[in-house]
């Protein structure tokens, strides 16, 4: 028996609790701003994450080509598999996700513009 909607309510649960701060494993500081996530999340969308975390670092400061709102764009894309592109993010979120090594989004942004 298979339940088709039951990845979609684990990863929209996730999302719930990355935006509650709840049950988080790990913490971006990007300019003094903290984002709170789940590590398998992060692994499981990006291969920079998987080989960064085989560390086990609980805080990351990170220090890339990158803003704020291209960050927070990408990290709701890897919990709702939303991307909100625009004229006015699509450079800022293509040098988050080729920094994170995403090719899917980084062809999407390159289709873009």
Request: aromatic share 8%; proline share 3%.
């Amino acid at each position: 028996m298979e339940f088709p909607q039951h990845s979609k309510q684990v990863l929209e649960q996730l999302n719930q609790q990355r935006q509650l701060g709840l049950l988080c494993d790990c913490t971006f500081v990007v300019d003094g701003i903290d984002f709170k996530a789940h590590k398998a999340v992060l692994a499981a969308c990006s291969d920079y994450f998987r080989m960064l975390f085989v560390d086990q670092k609980d805080v990351l400061e990170v220090k890339g080509p990158f803003s704020l709102a291209g960050l927070g764009q990408v990290l709701e894309f890897m919990y709702t598999a939303k991307l909100s592109l625009s004229p006015d993010n699509v450079e800022d979120v293509l040098a988050v996700a080729g920094f994170l090594q995403m090719q899917e989004i980084v062809s999407a942004c390159n289709a873009l513009k």
